[in-house]
């Protein structure tokens, strides 16, 4: 007599539990960083990244045989951190300044036709410190001129300091500057409209260089030469992703473990077994492999702004019900997306646009919001590229859908070469496209709007009144490597004084 049969019960989920000393959430460059100067001083450091690949904001693409960056490509040299970052990493030696021919702009010109003209290169943020200079007017004409150059007749207000860059350049030089020089460049660096960025933010000693000067372009001019010699942008030859790479090996040679493809789901207090009293945080993770939990006294959420939010709501007892409106008022994300092409075009062998363009929001026919002839930009992409051309174009801006959601592929190196061809003024078809590739970031959040500094002081604060959890990444440190790199580094020096110096004493 057969015995009958019954299914086999549903294999439990694997759990597979360890512990460490710090936990990182997210494998980008502000939480590579942390990791690795934690992992320095011996402290047992665990990185969990959502993502298959590593870098975040800084990552790679494949395309027609090139390893080319997906998103930034140079940074700021200001501060001096992210050089230092990677003279330790060996990495000084490959440090390479782009071509200064500088960028252009691209804005509606003859009816239904855009106009281009090079970009002012003596102005902060395209506030111009020579209103009347003839690059200035070739954007913005004579009229737009005269009612910008009244910005040095009307007296500076000695009380209360301007916040909203938008504002201050409306009232001070006019709608045109505001929309042609500087609207593009907002939406090209932090994918924000200027009446929302914070002047004290984006341009730090703006307000008292106006003061001094008695001007607005009085005060830019004034800026412009005190930041000469610091105000550079660099990039790496090989591309800013060989960073991420050294970072690794780095965290690799130091014993640190690095999960991927592993997403944080949660985060909440351990109590030790002896006492329950709190001990330190357990961190929960979704991987292929099943369910991961992390058990450390020390955690950095590096994740992108919304999804670290989500874990302090669920981190803090205190935070969520006291902030519940605060957390509301954080803006909502920006979609970002990237479309990179490389092309057969020997029409860009002279690079019609010097090193990229930026395009005003009203431009006819145009979707992209600005493209990067990388090739022109850095020479050694060029010779990497043999003849060929590199060019990357940027679309979505805040508050405003992204044009390239709900198209395909496809769909998008078609519209991409459209752009690019009406950006450079030069004839691209589809028999010139080698190959194109698309980088999307969904959780963009910009630190320089208006009132994210004080969001910021309270999340900070919320988190100071706590033991053992810190937070670092573009959203809450700034736009760039210049920003995030000794943001990050800072986080991990004081999970490092708390661990070697537990008692206070340095």
């Not at 690794?248 to 789901?265: D, K, N, S």
Request: proline share 6%; glycine share 12%.
């Amino acid at each position: 007599m057969t015995e009958p049969t019954h299914p086999a019960a549903p294999a439990e989920p694997a759990v597979e539990r360890s512990s460490a000393d710090v936990v990182v959430v997210g494998g980008g460059v502000a939480g590579l960083v942390a990791a690795l100067e934690c992992a320095k001083v011996g402290l047992r450091v665990t990185v969990l990244e959502r993502r298959d690949e590593l870098g975040g904001c800084v990552g790679r693409i494949e395309l027609d045989g090139l390893t080319l960056d997906s998103g930034a490509e140079s940074f700021a040299t200001r501060g001096g951190a992210v050089a230092e970052l990677l003279g330790s990493l060996g990495l000084d030696g490959d440090i390479e300044n782009p071509n200064p021919a500088g960028a252009w702009l691209v804005m509606p010109g003859k009816p239904g036709r855009p106009d281009a003209a090079p970009l002012p290169k003596t102005g902060i943020l395209g506030i111009p410190a020579n209103p009347l200079g003839d690059d200035v007017r070739r954007i913005i004409g004579w009229s737009g001129a005269i009612r910008a150059y009244g910005d040095r007749l009307i007296p500076i207000l000695r009380i209360g300091r301007a916040r909203s860059l938008g504002q201050l350049v409306r009232s001070r030089m006019g709608q045109a500057v505001l929309d042609r020089l500087v609207t593009p460049i907002s939406a090209g660096v932090y994918s924000t409209d200027p009446d929302e960025l914070d002047l004290d933010v984006v341009a730090p000693g703006l307000n008292e260089a106006m003061t001094r000067t008695g001007s607005l372009s009085g005060g830019v001019g004034q800026l412009v030469e005190e930041r000469k010699a610091g105000g550079a942008v660099r990039g790496i030859r090989g591309g800013m992703h060989t960073l991420i790479d050294a970072l690794e090996r780095e965290l690799g040679r130091f014993g640190a473990t690095v999960v991927r493809g592993a997403e944080v789901t949660g985060l909440e207090r351990e109590s030790a077994p002896s006492s329950g009293e709190a001990s330190g945080w357990l961190v929960t993770a979704a991987a292929a492999s099943g369910e991961l939990l992390v058990s450390a006294p020390d955690v950095v959420l590096a994740a992108s702004g919304h999804a670290a939010l989500d874990l302090v709501d669920a981190a803090l007892d205190g935070w969520a019900p006291v902030a519940d409106t605060a957390r509301a008022e954080w803006p909502a994300a920006a979609s970002v997306e990237l479309v990179t092409l490389v092309l057969d075009a020997p029409a860009l062998d002279a690079a019609p646009r010097g090193t990229g363009v930026l395009v005003a929001a009203d431009t006819p026919e145009v979707q992209a919001k600005a493209l990067t002839h990388s090739t022109a930009k850095w020479n050694w992409l060029a010779e990497a590229a043999g003849g060929r051309h590199v060019v990357r174009l940027s679309y979505g801006r805040a508050g405003a859908p992204n044009p390239l959601d709900g198209r395909s592929d496809a769909e998008v190196a078609v519209l991409a070469l459209a752009d690019a061809s009406l950006l450079f003024g030069v004839p691209l078809d589809g028999r010139m496209l080698r190959a194109s590739g698309r980088t999307a970031w969904r959780d963009a959040l910009s630190q320089a709007a208006i009132g994210q500094r004080d969001r910021v002081r309270a999340l900070e604060d919320a988190l100071a009144a706590e033991t053992g959890i810190e937070a670092t990444g573009s959203w809450i440190a700034g736009t760039g490597l210049a920003s995030v790199v000794p943001h990050a580094l800072e986080a991990a020096r004081r999970i490092r004084h708390r661990r070697v110096h537990p008692d206070g004493v340095a």
